[in-house]
């Protein structure tokens, strides 16, 4: 039996990136990152918050689908 394991799996995690820039905002150049979906909303959510004067209620489902297409795979 082998004494040691090698866990791979994040090797092949996608990382998901959302930029403020590509989505219509010229002049900020921050980028939301997730593994996920569901983390790549919470960084991007924490962002506009802070940043951006918008409020957690703003961030709705219709928003989330309006912003989707610039969601970017690596």
């Known amino acids: 039996m082998c004494e040691y394991f090698i866990d791979n799996r994040s090797a092949n995690k996608v990382m998901l990136s959302l930029a403020c820039r ?5 002049d900020c150049d921050y980028v939301a990152k997730g593994n996920t979906e569901e983390e790549l909303w919470k960084d991007g959510t924490e962002h506009v918050i802070k940043v951006h004067g918008m409020k957690a209620e703003d961030v709705t489902p219709q928003f989330k689908e309006s912003h989707r297409p610039y969601i970017k795979h690596s």
């Open 22 to 26: 590509d989505a219509g905002v010229k």
